[in-house]
DNA sequence: CGGTAATCGAGACGGTACGTCATGTCTTACA
DNA sequence: TGTAAGACATGACGTACCGTCTCGATTACCG
């Protein structure tokens, strides 16, 4: 899935005129574009490093890509959208919130994602474009899945009907994002666990969550 | 105060010989790059433009600063320094908190200083160096200021004295950064007392703060 | 007729199997590519944009012609070849060159042609194949017609029989193209006239003709 | 001196500020790009090239020559000037002008240097402002040198005093500049006596100059 | 009338050069 | 020694064109 063009075309679409997208060339560029990423960060790569090592031409790049962010972007997601599986629902709030934020922080400790991840947000500042593309493609999706559980723990009355949802999911995304990009702590297991355990009961101790898990 | 090099050390040091710093290039430089900074974002600015706006040879910028992050981290630190109070103590931690992150929060919204902030971030991710003295100079003193209000809450019994301190401070200045930089939600003084309170009494409610402020 | 390949031989040959050639397409290229050609000049003219003028695939343009300058050889040849008229014999030799030299000099001088021939004359320099094409097709057809009516003029007695033609014929055609490419003065009718006459009696005068045309 | 900027720089002028500019490089560009030129011609050289083979940034080239026609210019201009000794007066005008012609000839066949004049003269074609430096440089400089040569003709009577000097200026170097250009014959001595021969005397032979040298 | 074959349109592709721009260094003259 | 001016090497930028290619669609013939 592309960020630039009409990258959609449904399966039972007609078979458009002309040379059909070479679907080699467009994974190479990806693959090539996250390894580099990764590698180097996003400001020392060239997209003439990633036409070279993907064995392509800069205008196939841009054909597709307009900017070397969004081919950052596309790269990324592909990892990431890859790695990443689905939470399942547990019953309880904690459950649901650490299987969804365990799975986020392993990933994105296991390599150096936040490097990119910073980039794509600086990017974002500059170019309200890229950031609306930054938002639906990375961030909205969790976010979802985020309200869903928070709504559902509100049905359960585990937590107060009227709680400001987008506030609770700063409140877990907010840290975890924190460490990612300033890197002055691990994004440990057990980080994680505070971080819900805190937004949960709170640091006063008297709503103080005590399941172990 | 320079990041660069001889950070001309104390008032009563010998007068070094040849022609001495211009204050006046100084000034203009640190004032150029604040201001283009903030309009166009980092990336956007080059060091020529930087010269040209401060009326000053590329070459007088390259003697103080090594690089253009360097410059910026100096410029934004002057505007930052100069406007954000120093806190005062309430006699409780919400107080407290209060008093550290609203300052801090309001001046992070007054101008687009998340663009310039997330571009110090993306490099120091990069640049071991840069990400040193991005460290020493913008991030550890506003934690130190925090650690010593979560330890004398501790003191006063505020809080569980096994609370562990760098967590407690993630949970409160993660969801900021999270507003700042991800830019889904504004950074208002509602959401710095939500913050928090919920990082206080939690989002169960059993321990929730009913203080008013 | 085309430079490049199958050129069709005679009238007579089987009809080949397979999808006839379209004579449509083969027009559309040609004027599309003599209008842009007299309106921007070869370098300036690209084979998309006689492929998008007339209407075709830039397949079907390299599969009739080898290069951009064969088919502005074409091109220039199918405009050329239709407005210049075959020049009669007068029954001596002024008169044979003039009526040789001013239908070139009025068809070279309507339109911006100059730039198109040095365009050729400079592929020629380099390529020698397109060399060999281009004074076949332009060059050669035209010496021969002026070597006839040396050659006739010489057996009527009106130049010494040991005239060195090669030489005659650059002393008329050497000064008209040099109008035609330097641009320093036009290439008007007295001009050819001028030419014609100083070639025949020289510079001197003992031998100046006196005729008045 | 160079065809693009200020390069004039009376020898008086007092220092200007700032870095001079580089001799070396200078003389390295021109002399790379003379060498391409006459290896390879105008349009298979790029700048690319030439900055590699002089040692040199493109950067430098483009600060100095807006173009590679101009570059192509400056780069035979030097060549050029160089060889071309100045012709002196010998009494009489076919002296003169074999005085004139013949090193041209000479220098004009020794090397490639047709490919390059006929690419510069294509350029000037289409570009107004390459065709005014071009004509200045290159041809105004021999044109006059020409005039000069029938002007002293006419007062000495060799030639009637109302001679067309453009026309007679065509006549001889329009033949030379045609072999130059369409290489269908040599430029050879022979040539270029019988070009001046047949100018002074016509091909009717009654004014026939008999002088052998 | 169905099969074979060359043509055509569309347009993606690898490659190369373009001319511009920013970085960081260097070299002058002047202060 | 510090500074303004500005030339320099380096290297990436994003664009444009070249000539090739791979498609489906078309249009003739030939069996």
């Given at each position: 899935m ?9 399966v039972a679409?007609?078979?458009?005129r002309?040379?059909?997208r ?13 390894e ?5 960060g ?10 070279e090592r993907?064995g ?9 890509w307009p900017?070397?962010?969004?081919l950052?972007?596309d790269?990324l997601?592909?990892?990431?959208a890859?790695?990443?599986?689905s939470p ?15 799975p ?7 390599r150096?994602?936040?490097?990119v ?5 600086t ?9 609306q593309?930054?938002?639906?493609r ?10 869903g559980?928070f709504?559902r723990?509100?049905e359960r ?38 971080v819900?355990?805190t937004a ?5 101790g ?8």
């Amino acid at each position: 899935m592309d960020t630039g063009r009409n990258a959609t075309a449904g399966v039972a679409e007609a078979q458009r005129r002309g040379r059909p997208r070479s679907e080699k060339a467009r994974v190479a560029i990806l693959e090539a574009a996250a390894e580099l990423l990764l590698a180097r960060g996003l400001s020392e790569v060239s997209m003439d490093a990633v036409a070279e090592r993907a064995g392509v031409s800069k205008a196939t790049i841009y054909r597709w890509w307009p900017t070397k962010e969004t081919l950052a972007l596309d790269a990324l997601y592909s990892e990431w959208a890859a790695a990443a599986p689905s939470p399942r629902a547990t019953g309880s709030l904690r459950g649901d919130l650490l299987s969804l934020l365990r799975p986020w922080a392993r990933l994105a400790g296991s390599r150096p994602y936040g490097r990119v991840i910073a980039a794509l947000i600086t990017e974002a500042q500059t170019d309200p474009a890229f950031a609306q593309v930054y938002q639906s493609r990375f961030v909205e999706p969790r976010r979802e899945q985020a309200r869903g559980i928070f709504r559902r723990a509100a049905e359960r009355g585990e937590i107060p009907p009227d709680t400001d949802i987008e506030v609770a999911i700063d409140m877990v995304y907010g840290p975890l994002y924190h460490r990612l990009l300033h890197g002055h702590a691990p994004l440990s297991e057990r980080f994680v666990r505070a971080v819900v355990d805190t937004a949960l009961g709170g640091l006063t101790g008297h709503g103080r969550n005590v399941q172990e898990n």
